[in-house]
């Protein structure tokens, strides 16, 4: 589908969206994960499920069900979904994270697609370093998979207190990419940002440089993360980072704010700031990434 | 030894100054700044320190391995509970430099952080 077949497609969905290209050079050739063929994916992000500040999001309960349903009702739908991270707002108390990660699952699982991913936030994982999150979502704190030509690779930079990948994690890393040829395009799938976005509000990943250092060989890398709550581009050399919206709050980039900041509502503007990500994958040439609203008022 | 000992007594000083509820500390030259750190703060928030002069913060956690990042000097550490965890440094420029605790603590972790302040002597 080319760009102006899925802006049409979008817009027949009733959806709507800011859309902009990513600078990926494209790939003419393939490594282990087979031929690379054309196929898109949905990105939702940090859902904070059990989040109940209604200044900042007043249908803090209905946000994510909409959302659901605007996927639901797309024509084409998508390969699959992944949700990268902050499926729950985090709390103290390990009998109420199990019940806001149950509620999730149980709400998610009304999205009609053929695939879901899921992985850990700091804010479900952290505190226990995985083991409520493992027990409703399985071993899926790092994990690959292979579709239509694509290695995809999930990073866990949140199931530890600190904002690390780890050496073992970096090992692991490593043998993966061994198996891989240069050419072989490789999307990595994290919660945090890899790259020193900005430490000062814990936007990091204290060890990610050497997960970048590892993938730069390869010559077709890109990064989807969230974490941050809204649209951010980021280049390391050739490879693209690229974080989405979050599906509960805003969060200020920085030089907008002196300090983290949730966007408060804006009730001339319901769902502003709010939404997931289509990602259109192309064999050949960038993808298209467009970023779609929550909901509507 | 001497310089131990007036270590402890500023540090004394300090740590009298970052009682709960006063929310900003100035260091004296060469001085010793102690920091209570607790979910979800720091105390003080505010550190007010002076240009080239050189300080110690001296951390105390009371709950919880938390972390203090300052970016902009390349600092960082754990702070664990039971002991104090000094960092020293010497500022150049006069400026706003924030900090944040960067290991994940809880309900409260995104809004714990403060703010070095760095003065013309």
């Known amino acids: ?297 | 030894m001497l310089r131990r000992r007036f270590l402890g007594l500023v540090c004394d000083v300090a740590a009298a100054m970052a009682a709960p509820g006063l929310m900003a500390a100035v260091a004296r030259p060469d001085s010793v700044i102690a920091v209570t750190v607790r979910k979800f703060e720091f105390v003080p928030h505010e550190i007010n320190v002076i240009r080239g002069r050189e300080v110690t913060l001296a951390f105390t956690s009371t709950d919880f391995v938390h972390g203090f990042n300052l970016p902009d000097f390349a600092i960082r550490a754990d702070l664990v509970p039971g002991r104090t965890t000094e960092v020293t440094l010497r500022p150049t420029k006069p400026g706003r430099y924030l900090f944040t605790c960067d290991n994940f603590c809880g309900e409260g972790h995104d809004h714990m952080a403060g703010v070095l302040v760095v003065n013309e002597a």
């Open chain 1, 1 to 297: 589908m080319n760009e102006l077949d899925r802006r049409e497609f979008l817009k027949l969905a009733g959806v709507g969206g800011v859309v902009f290209a990513s600078g990926l050079a494209g790939c003419a050739s393939y490594g282990t994960a087979g031929a690379p063929r054309d196929f898109h994916f949905l990105q939702l992000s940090d859902i904070h499920w059990g989040y109940d500040n209604a200044s900042v999001n007043p249908d803090f309960k209905g946000t994510l069900p909409k959302a659901i349903a605007a996927v639901n009702s797309l024509s084409q739908k998508p390969d699959f979904v992944v949700f990268t991270g902050d499926l729950t707002q985090t709390t103290d108390d390990a009998k109420l994270r199990r019940a806001r990660l149950k509620e999730f699952r149980d709400i998610a699982a009304g999205l009609s697609v053929p695939k879901i991913y899921y992985f850990a936030g700091e804010h479900d994982a952290a505190l226990d370093r995985g083991e409520a999150y493992q027990e409703f979502f399985g071993e899926t704190l790092r994990y690959t998979f292979d579709h239509k030509g694509v290695h995809f690779i999930v990073l866990d930079n949140t199931s530890d207190p600190a904002p690390i990948l780890g050496a073992q994690q970096i090992a692991w890393l490593k043998a993966d990419l061994e198996k891989l040829r240069p050419d072989q395009p490789i999307v990595v799938l994290t919660h945090r940002p890899l790259f020193a976005l900005y430490p000062q509000w814990d936007w990091s990943t204290r060890d990610g440089q050497e997960a970048i250092d590892a993938l730069m060989p390869f010559k077709n890398v890109t990064v989807f993360y969230g974490h941050i709550h809204h649209e951010h581009r980021h280049a390391t050399a050739h490879i693209e980072h690229y974080a989405s919206r979050s599906l509960m709050f805003p969060l200020a980039p920085v030089g907008t704010a002196d300090k983290k900041t949730q966007v408060p509502w804006n009730a001339a503007a319901p769902y502003k700031g709010l939404g997931y990500r289509d990602i259109d994958w192309r064999a050949s040439a960038a993808p298209g990434i467009t970023d779609l609203p929550a909901g509507k008022a």
